[in-house]
């Protein structure tokens, strides 16, 4: 919760759907206008009393300021029915768009231009798998489930159309016949395979090394996929070894061994084969790229910039004598936030109401995903292990090859309804490996034909039982990709939630995370004993064979999933000598650990500097405090400019390029938001990734500018001779002549888009973020925009920094990426912690609730997150008693 990759297609999909219906929004407000009471008919009721149907007992809801809800219920089922209706009130647009995604039912909202999308979904089986773990339920936590639905359920019964939410009144100008349909456990469940999906780890690298492989020397793929600098940056279990690059000393990776004539053991494949048949093989693999980007963000850019800062700090070292609990998730900006602040308290704690515990919800989803207890607090970054493959799998008609015989395919037809269409059947396709990602478009990915395993350098398929076709002379066969992944197997993340959110020391926290299986996390720890720890959960698969690396032959077994690592196998500590633990998607062991997790870590360079500043403090003996904490998320310190300004400051330059020179003397390297320094240097990055690697590699091997890139660069500024600083396109040849014509050219660049005065220049003029509405946000159409969306707020920060404001450097400098939420928890006493919320608890626009914590979370300022009753009694802004219907 890092491969660099673009901005999924998915919403410019549904923005190119919505022109139509914004051209008509645009004349209702120009001849009628919405209206003040359109506008706000959805707002909830917060106070008074509201009678609902399946509650045992009144509930009490206080609300601060902020609308951040605490839910006092006297059983647990009357507890989550509460929550379901809270959601309900405050996010149900929200709730309703993301089944729709989780189901492959986008086509029922937008039409015709969603079909690609849903079949690609349906494909995967998102709600397939969802409903198949709502059967496994014991019946404790399917109650639970059960119960948040009746209470989504109970406001649904009174609330419809625009009374729910303004996008329904917008919805309804052009999809008049759309009904909201009941709440199921099963729509709650699904929302846990799009959390999976969007922090699948490395699938995108996956395919990138393929294309890369079919143009670049195994030795070159190596240098685009750098591995862990375990040597420089830490590991969580292991070495806390740090390395700040400083000023004439850049960090610098270890060069790339060269190739063998052996298939490599990190990738399972012999990338020394020469590539054949080139524009078949990246042709289809492009194609699957494309394909996987049309799916809508639900949490951020997928891949390895989708990261978190966690870490934990034991009482030796703070100034209260006890713990402290850093937290922050980087994912996709969202209007509303994808998080929901809330707190979930049984009057009295029994076997049968068990739970006090505060936190960020995801709306649509019963418990607490992230929080504290009265006696444990945890937090959450992504471990991204590699637990997805790609399989080429030889298809004859209806059925695959396995070990030397025809099997059957297994098919599924389903239909997809279609607004103002037809429907739309499909047919679904699976080996035993996974489904078939083929024929979104009617020809996706068969192009892949018999070229891909010469391509690959994979062995032939063999022979196997022949059809009377085949016999004939006639070869029918096609290869296909197939994907084999964790979250497709029911598992039981769904009873994970309430585990946790009931637990009270370190033995039933670790027993509620072996629940947790998908996705994997980095889980830290701490409770009011003192006790620091963490544990990576997850099932993260054991391979006969290679690593996962590169897509590998179906027809065989060899290449096949033998089991899973077990729990008790996974990394994990408890009171380390050292006295913190810090994740940042940095890599969990140190090499040589028995267990393969994945070769594609976050790079640790977030992880390398939250554990310098921590070192920094501790051995001049300042004890650590929340406020400390709180500064350290904050940390806006560039690891890339630490090492690259140096070397560009002995570039010759002359007239403007030198004056905005002059501009990194003496500079911090502090990406902060009114830097001009950092303006400058972040339009050279962006403007040397595109010189370096334009028309060498396909989309310039997605180097997004994040902590890949960081490392690439660095092990070539080493190397001024490299062709990698060479580009005939732009006639460089060399380290100077390239970083020469980069920073002439950023000069330019940087005047067209903050004027001529190099020192007016700041990075938060140009580094800036939109907040949009997950659905209606990108029409393209400005009165839809403006109903829906708010900013933009200028940020600091950056990819590969701390403060993970992060940019896609392939897109432009606009934000793409960050700290989703803000969170210190102190253990000595729960109400001097603190959190923020990126927009705020209402999903409503214009309500007051819509935005008010952006520009504290802008400005890196935090809420009071209060916890005892008598606290959050005294900070009450409205009190709202749900009571059993008569």
């Given at each position: 919760m890092g491969t660099d990759a673009p901005r999924s297609k998915g919403h410019r999909r549904i923005r190119r759907l919505l022109i139509a219906l914004g051209v008509?929004?645009?004349?209702?407000?120009?001849?009628?206008?919405?209206?003040?009471?359109?506008?706000?008919?959805?707002?909830?009721?917060?106070?008074?009393?509201?009678?609902?149907?399946?509650?045992?007992?009144?509930?009490?809801?206080?609300?601060?300021?902020?609308?951040?809800?605490?839910?006092?219920a006297k059983t647990a089922a009357d507890l989550f029915l509460a929550e379901?209706?809270?959601?309900?009130?405050?996010?149900?647009?929200?709730?309703?768009?993301?089944?729709?995604?989780?189901?492959?039912?986008?086509?029922?909202?937008?039409?015709?231009?969603?079909?690609?999308?849903?079949?690609?979904?349906?494909?995967?089986?998102?709600?397939?798998?969802?409903?198949?773990?709502?059967?496994?339920?014991?019946?404790?936590?399917?109650?639970?489930?059960?119960?948040?639905?009746?209470?989504?359920?109970?406001?649904?019964?009174?609330?419809?159309?625009?009374?729910?939410?303004?996008?329904?009144?917008?919805?309804?100008?052009?999809?008049?016949?759309?009904?909201?349909?009941?709440?199921?456990?099963?729509?709650?469940?699904a929302w846990l395979k799009a959390m999976a999906w969007d922090l699948r780890s490395n699938l995108d690298d996956e395919i990138d090394r393929a294309l890369l492989s079919t143009t670049l020397t195994p030795t070159e793929v190596n240098q685009l996929h750098p591995e862990y600098p375990a040597g420089a940056h830490p590991t969580i279990t292991g070495s806390q070894t740090v390395v700040v690059p400083s000023a004439g000393a850049p960090e610098a990776a270890e060069p790339a061994g060269e190739p063998t004539a052996e298939p490599s053991a990190s990738t399972g494949l012999d990338l020394t084969v020469e590539p054949a048949s080139v524009d078949s093989y990246a042709g289809a693999l492009t194609e699957l790229r494309a394909a996987l980007s049309t799916i809508p963000e639900l949490l951020g850019p997928a891949g390895g910039e989708i990261g978190s800062n966690s870490w934990v700090v034991a009482g030796s070292l703070t100034n209260t004598g006890m713990p402290l609990l850093a937290n922050d998730p980087h994912l996709g900006p969202a209007l509303p936030s994808v998080w929901y602040q809330v707190g979930l308290r049984c009057q009295s704690i029994t076997a049968d109401c068990p739970f006090d515990v505060a936190g960020y919800s995801f709306s649509g989803l019963p418990g607490v995903i992230i929080g504290h207890t009265e006696r444990i607090a945890w937090g959450f970054t992504n471990l991204g292990p590699d637990v997805v493959d790609l399989y080429i799998e030889k298809i004859t008609g209806d059925s695959y090859e396995f070990d030397g015989a025809a099997k059957p395919l297994l098919l599924r037809d389903e239909k997809i309804s279609v607004a103002g269409g037809d429907d739309v059947k499909i047919e679904i396709r699976s080996t035993e490996h996974?489904?078939?990602?083929?024929?979104?478009?009617?020809?996706?990915?068969?192009?892949?034909?018999?070229?891909?395993?010469?391509?690959?350098?994979?062995?032939?398929?063999?022979?196997?039982?022949?059809?009377?076709?085949?016999?004939?002379?006639?070869?029918?066969?096609?290869?296909?990709?197939?994907?084999?992944?964790?979250?497709?197997?029911?598992?039981?993340?769904?009873?994970?939630?309430?585990?946790?959110?009931?637990?009270?020391?370190?033995?039933?926290?670790?027993?509620?995370?072996?629940?947790?299986?998908?996705?994997?996390?980095?889980?830290?720890?701490?409770d009011v004993e003192g006790n620091i720890g963490y544990q990576a959960p997850g099932l993260i698969p054991i391979r006969a064979s290679g690593s996962g690396t590169l897509p590998v032959p179906g027809w065989t077994s060899e290449y096949g999933w033998t089991g899973y690592i077990p729990f008790e196998a996974l990394p994990s500590t408890f009171n380390p000598p050292s006295g913190y633990i810090v994740t940042a998607n940095n890599a969990a062991a140190d090499p040589g650990s028995p267990n393969l997790l994945t070769a594609d870590w976050d790079l640790g360079y977030r992880a390398n500097q939250i554990t310098a500043r921590l070192q920094e403090l501790i051995a001049v003996g300042t004890p650590l405090t929340a406020e400390l904490m709180s500064d350290i998320q904050g940390d806006n310190y560039s690891a890339i400019a630490a090492a690259l300004v140096p070397r560009l400051q002995e570039v010759r330059l002359t007239g403007s390029a030198?004056?905005?020179?002059?501009?990194?003397?003496?500079?911090?390297?502090?990406?902060?938001?009114?830097?001009?320094?950092?303006?400058?240097?972040?339009?050279?990055?962006?403007?040397?990734?595109?010189?370096?690697?334009?028309?060498?590699?396909?989309?310039?091997?997605?180097?997004?500018?994040?902590?890949?890139?960081?490392?690439?660069?660095?092990?070539?500024?080493?190397?001024?001779?490299?062709?990698?600083?060479?580009?005939?396109?732009?006639?460089?040849?060399?380290?100077?002549?390239?970083?020469?014509?980069?920073?002439?050219?950023?000069?330019?660049?940087?005047?067209?888009?903050?004027?001529?005065?190099?020192?007016d220049w700041q990075w938060g003029s140009i580094h800036t973020l939109d907040l949009k509405n997950a659905s209606f946000g990108e029409s393209g159409i400005a009165p839809l925009e403006w109903l829906f969306n708010r900013g933009p707020y200028e940020l600091a920060g950056g990819s590969a920094v701390v403060n993970a404001v992060g940019w896609d450097a392939t897109q432009g400098y606009q934000v793409d990426w960050v700290p989703s939420m803000r969170q210190v928890i102190n253990l000595e006493n729960f109400d001097d912690s603190t959190w923020i919320n990126l927009t705020g608890a209402s999903g409503h626009a214009f309500h007051s609730n819509?935005?008010?914590?952006?520009?504290?979370?802008?400005?890196?300022?935090?809420?009071p997150w209060l916890f005892t009753p008598a606290a959050i009694k005294d900070d009450a802004a409205d009190t709202l008693t749900l009571k059993p219907a008569a």
């Open positions: 008509v929004l645009s004349l209702v407000l120009v001849t009628a206008g919405l209206g003040v009471w359109t506008v706000t008919r959805s707002f909830p009721t917060l106070s008074g009393t509201v009678d609902i149907e399946g509650l045992s007992n009144p509930v009490t809801v206080t609300r601060d300021q902020a609308g951040i809800p605490q839910i006092t379901g209706y809270v959601h309900a009130q405050d996010r149900f647009w929200e709730m309703d768009f993301r089944r729709h995604v989780t189901s492959g039912r986008l086509s029922e909202l937008f039409g015709e231009s969603q079909v690609g999308t849903d079949t690609f979904v349906r494909t995967l089986g998102w709600r397939a798998v969802a409903e198949q773990e709502v059967a496994l339920l014991d019946p404790v936590a399917l109650g639970y489930y059960q119960s948040y639905a009746d209470g989504v359920n109970a406001y649904l019964d009174t609330h419809d159309g625009a009374d729910l939410s303004l996008e329904y009144a917008v919805l309804g100008l052009q999809n008049r016949g759309y009904e909201v349909e009941p709440w199921t456990p099963a729509d709650s469940v996974g489904p078939l990602l083929s024929g979104f478009d009617g020809t996706t990915y068969q192009r892949i034909a018999s070229d891909y395993p010469k391509a690959a350098g994979l062995p032939t398929a063999s022979s196997g039982a022949e059809s009377g076709a085949e016999a004939s002379g006639v070869d029918l066969t096609t290869y296909e990709l197939s994907l084999q992944w964790t979250a497709l197997t029911p598992g039981r993340t769904a009873s994970a939630i309430f585990a946790l959110n009931q637990a009270t020391d370190w033995t039933s926290f670790r027993a509620a995370a072996e629940l947790f299986e998908v996705p994997a996390q980095n889980l830290t720890y701490a030198a004056e905005a020179q002059q501009l990194l003397d003496g500079w911090d390297y502090q990406v902060d938001a009114d830097s001009a320094a950092a303006a400058y240097f972040n339009v050279i990055w962006r403007t040397l990734l595109k010189d370096m690697f334009t028309g060498k590699v396909d989309d310039g091997a997605h180097l997004t500018g994040g902590d890949r890139a960081f490392s690439v660069v660095t092990s070539l500024l080493g190397q001024p001779d490299s062709p990698w600083w060479s580009n005939p396109t732009y006639g460089t040849v060399g380290q100077e002549s390239m970083l020469r014509r980069v920073m002439t050219s950023a000069a330019a660049e940087s005047a067209d888009l903050m004027g001529s005065d190099p020192t819509y935005t008010d914590q952006a520009p504290l979370w802008r400005d890196h300022e935090t809420r």
